[in-house]
């Protein structure tokens, strides 16, 4: 199987639920359950696939602080290869405070701190060799990394003969396209969610969306939409959508959209036709629902398998 190389952002998420309001300025709210876990766009899909069962290499930033080791610790009892974590005594490691309403659905407080300071120069080609597929996860948030930087990285992936692919975070500077425009012709697949792609294309179809990014250079887009699945465009002329099990009920939506990209690039490092990955990446995100915290309900392939052989599409 083909290694993957997730570069990107990592948070420690104290994850509060259920969260439906926040309490007024001076009061107190009981909450049901807190929890502490590894989150972030690079770092989700990275314990994913170690979990799958995918071999990979995390490289991002972290401070010199508790949540650094905490991270690093996590990651690598999880299986992945933690070789490419930078460590930072000038930042602290990135937290986010995830509030979890009854739905099951999740609103973020975010201190950007190490993962806004990961700078491309510090991303050395030892840290990709070895690797076959180079994913940027969290673009909008690596506020020293987006744009032209990631660009001249992946074009250098892209010489070194592997696959490269990108997903994005909510922009919170509202910002979006100048952002990462000058990296999107380094990519070989584009997977923004569907509410990040209306931001970063202004168009709300989602075949005007997707034509948007292949005008500006990318080869292959996906656009995340939620419990409706998916929507896929391996080129201009093959477009389509893919369900996903809308019967399983949601316990916490944190990651959903992280285990849907680590579904997808392990399905890629097996060599899967696109329509196989994406189904397999629906599954891994359903999954992933079923439990708090972005990666602690993703099981092994051999059970994402099962589980599609056994549970019906609507």
Not at 142 to 157: M, V, Y
Not at 174 to 202: H, N, Q, T
């Amino acid at each position: 199987m083909k290694k993957i190389c997730c570069i990107g952002s990592v948070t420690t998420d104290v994850i509060v639920s259920p969260v439906d309001a926040l309490p007024p300025a001076g009061t107190l709210q009981k909450t049901g359950h807190t929890s502490v876990h590894v989150g972030g766009c690079a770092s989700n899909p990275a314990i994913d696939l170690a979990k799958l069962g995918a071999p990979v290499r995390l490289v991002c930033k972290v401070g010199c602080d508790s949540f650094g080791d905490f991270v690093e610790q996590e990651c690598a009892q999880a299986g992945v290869d933690v070789s490419g974590i930078l460590r930072d005594p000038s930042v602290s490691t990135t937290t986010s405070i995830v509030c979890v309403n009854s739905q099951g659905e999740r609103s973020f407080l975010y201190n950007p701190g190490s993962t806004s300071a990961l700078k491309a120069h510090e991303i050395t080609e030892e840290m990709l060799d070895g690797c076959d597929i180079v994913f940027i996860g969290g673009a909008l948030l690596l506020t020293a990394f987006d744009g032209a930087p990631c660009g001249e990285l992946l074009q250098k992936a892209r010489k070194m003969g592997k696959f490269t692919a990108m997903d994005t975070a909510w922009d919170f500077e509202d910002c979006w396209m100048p952002k990462i425009r000058d990296a999107l012709p380094g990519l070989d697949l584009f997977m923004p969610s569907y509410d990040e792609a209306v931001k970063l294309s202004g168009e709300t179809e989602l075949a005007k969306i997707a034509d948007t990014f292949f005008d500006l250079g990318v080869k292959q887009v996906i656009i995340k939409t939620g419990k409706d699945g998916a929507y896929f465009a391996p080129s201009r002329d093959t477009r389509f959508s893919l369900p996903t099990y809308r019967s399983i009920k949601p316990v916490d939506t944190t990651g959903a959209g992280d285990s849907f990209c680590a579904g997808f690039l392990c399905g890629l490092a097996q060599g899967w036709d696109f329509e196989s990955c994406g189904r397999f990446a629906n599954a891994v995100g359903t999954h992933c629902i079923q439990a708090v915290g972005a990666s602690t309900g993703i099981p092994s392939m051999e059970k994402v398998l099962e589980f599609m052989k056994n549970t019906p599409l609507e």
